[in-house]
Every structure is written in C-alpha cells, then in structure tokens.
C-alpha cells in the first residue's frame, strides 16, 4: 500500500503541476494517473488501497466540504435568497429529465433505464466545485452578488437529491413500487443533516470557547465528528434519511457563524490537508475509470451526455430568472455547474452489480460523463470566472 501511495502522490502531483504550465485544470492530470495506474491499465496500485478506494475518496469530500463550510457565511448565502434554494434540485430535475427524452432514442434503452441513467449523471461534483468556489471567494470573485456561495451550496444539497432519486429509480427497476415515501426521504435527509450539523457545530463552538486547545486538536476533533455524520448516513440508510455531507458542511457554517476567528485559522489547517486528499480523491477517482467501456461507448453516449447538459444549462437559466445577475454571470453559472466526478465514480457500477439490464450503459456514460465533464467544467470555471465575473474591492 505504502508503493501504491508513494506512487498516486508522485505522479499526480507532477502531472497536475505539467497541466497546469499548459493552463489547463490540474485535476485532469489527476485523473490521468489514475487511469494509467489503476488496474485497467498498468494495474500499479496494492488491492489493499484500491479496496479503500471508496472511504479513502469519502474522506477527501469530507475535507472539502469542511471547508466550504468554515468558509460560508450564511448570511451571505441568504442574500443569494430563492435562486440558492432552486440550485439545489432545479437543474437536476432538468438533465434527468432530457436523459429521459433523448436517451432511449440515442442508446436504445427504456425510459426507465434512461432515468436511472440521468440519476447517476445528474449529480455535479462537489470535489471539483467547492475548491473552485472557495478560490473565488478568497479572491473575491462575484461574491458582491454571492454568486460562488450559491454554486457551493447548491452542489452539496444536488448530490442528495440526485441520490435518492437514483435509489427510487433503481428499486422500480428492481421490481418495487414507487412509493411517495421515497420522495419524501429528499427533505428529510435535508432538514435532518441540517439539524444535525448545526447542532454540533453549536456544541463544538461551546466547547472550544471553554477549553483552549490547540487548533491542530481542534482540526482532528471536527473531522472526527465529520466521518461519524458519514458512518451515521450509512448505518441508518434503510432506517432514517440522514445527509451525512450536509450535515459535515453545516456544521462548518455554524462554527463559522459563532466562532468566525477560530473558523478562519482551522479553515487554513483544512486547506493544508487538501492538497494531498485532493490527490488522493482524483488520482482514486481515475482508477476507477475503465476505459474500455469509455472506448466501446461510441458517439451516442458523447452525444447523450452534452444534450443532457444542455437541459442542466436550461434548469441553470430558470433557476437564475429574475436576479440581479447579467448574461455572462448567468453563463458563469450555467458552466460552473456542470463538472461530474464523484458521485458518478461512487454508484455509476451500482445497477450492473444490481443485474440491471442497463447496467453497462450506465456504467459507460458514467464513465464518460466523468471523462468529459470533470475536465471541462474545470476549464470553464477557470476560463470564465475573470471574463464574466466582478471582483470585489
């Protein structure tokens, strides 16, 4: 194991910093070596790491998104008013929705497959969206209109929407009805993650005001908190819906909230541990690309995913009707909400493990969603930000 991460820092750190000389998103370097190292290749990397490769990369998302939260203020966020809240599952509803149209026509599949297809692609990455935002944010890109806080939160909230769809959809297919039960896991899991976020995040900024310890304690003792919210979402799957993401960036925003101070310092200690969870996660996320499926795909997936995302982009503009924001901030947004990576690298392979009949379609336009989006919405964001947004003085 110790070869196989010498091996995922090395070569992806090298290879993000070559595509970034070339101006493009390091990330796709990332996924790069992680494809070329995985076992679909060069088979470089210890089955013992590949075994962890879903915790390891769960635990990077937790990083991220504890990030975003020491660094959202919600009242800044609240200013963002109606268009933050339909970000959340507006845009969603529309990709989902045009797989459904253009899928069964394109790759010969049912509308039920073509929905469970939408469902994996439907979610954006938080991995590749957070990171983006907070830099604009630090550098006080758009944030005179919170257009960044908008884009993160929205992220965060879209993956828990998608998923319970996406476990709607496949039950169906499984044989089960479709129960109004199911919808109603998607506020729940929302209302309870929240809860439960800024309840600890209350308690823990209690804790720290009546012993003093060290930020580096403080730093261990939140993510130890974070990967329990995680483990709760995965011990009470089948009992109570519980976001345990959500719950990790809330708490984030409380302790923001209440203890701005200590929030910026362990903001800063979190943003060090990125840099190598941010390789970790790509590199992981890339050995879990198959290629081949990405090579027999042909160009009736390619052409599925970018209609897909042409209604993503219609959801975006719907969503953004009636704001203070311009066309090209508009455009910012469209772009910025595109990127797919992890959500689709976590359940892509769920319905072939399933036996699903689509199970291979989804799983290749999982693939090239992730191929295609991951480095594109990147680039977009990077290519953008400067021509469409303002900074702030």
């Known amino acids: 194991m110790l070869t196989s991460i010498a091996l995922i820092m090395i070569f992806g750190l090298a290879l993000s910093e070559i595509f970034k000389k070339l101006m493009l998103p390091g990330l796709i370097g990332m996924l790069i070596t992680g494809i070329v190292l995985g076992p679909h290749v060069l088979n470089l990397l210890d089955d013992s790491i590949l075994s962890v490769s879903g915790d390891l990369r769960e635990a990077a998302l937790v990083i991220i998104l504890l990030r975003a939260g020491l660094a959202l203020d919600p009242g800044e ?39 469970i297809t939408g469902a994996v692609v439907g979610a954006v990455s938080p991995a590749v969206i ?16 919170s257009i960044p806080q908008m884009i993160m939160a929205g992220a965060s909230v879209d993956d828990v929407f998608v998923i319970v769809l996406f476990t709607a959809f496949t039950g169906i297919a ?13 506020p729940v899991s929302i209302i309870s993650g929240l809860a439960a976020g800024i309840s600890a995040g209350l308690i823990i900024s209690l804790f720290f005001k009546k012993a003093h310890v060290r930020d580096s304690v403080k730093a261990i003792l ?42 910026k310092r362990l903001s800063g200690k979190f943003s060090k541990l990125w840099v190598a969870a941010e390789v970790m996660l790509f ?24 209609g897909a995302l042409i209604f993503r982009m219609a959801g975006v503009g719907v969503c953004l009707t009636k704001t203070k924001l311009n066309k090209r901030e508009r455009l910012f947004c469209s772009a910025a909400y595109t990127p797919k990576a992890t959500v689709q690298a976590a359940i892509g392979s769920v319905p072939l493990a399933m036996g699903l009949s689509c199970g291979n379609i989804v799983l290749t336009v999982a693939v090239l969603a992730i191929l295609i989006t991951a480095p594109l919405g990147a680039f977009g964001i990077d290519f953008l930000y400067k021509r469409c947004l303002e900074k702030e003085n």
């Open 174 to 186: 499984q044989g089960d009805k479709a129960s109004p039960f199911s919808l109603f896991k998607i």
């Open 222 to 263: 939140i993510l130890s908190v974070s990967f329990l919210f995680v483990a709760l979402e995965n011990y009470t799957e089948n009992i109570f819906p519980f976001s345990g993401l959500l719950a990790v960036m809330s708490m984030g925003a409380a302790l923001k909230r209440k203890r701005g101070e200590a929030a």
């Open 77 to 115: 966020l609240k200013k963002a008013g109606r268009p933050a809240a339909l970000m959340c599952f507006v845009p969603a509803c529309f990709e989902i929705a045009g797989m459904v149209l253009i899928a069964p026509g394109l790759l010969n599949i049912s509308v039920l497959d073509a929905a």
């Open 130 to 145: 957070v990171p983006k935002m907070l830099f604009l944010m630090e550098n006080k890109y758009g944030t005179n209109k």
């Open 283 to 306: 590199v992981l996320v890339g050995a879990a690309v198959d290629i081949k499926y990405a090579a027999s795909a042909g160009a009736m997936a390619v052409a599925a995913i970018f």
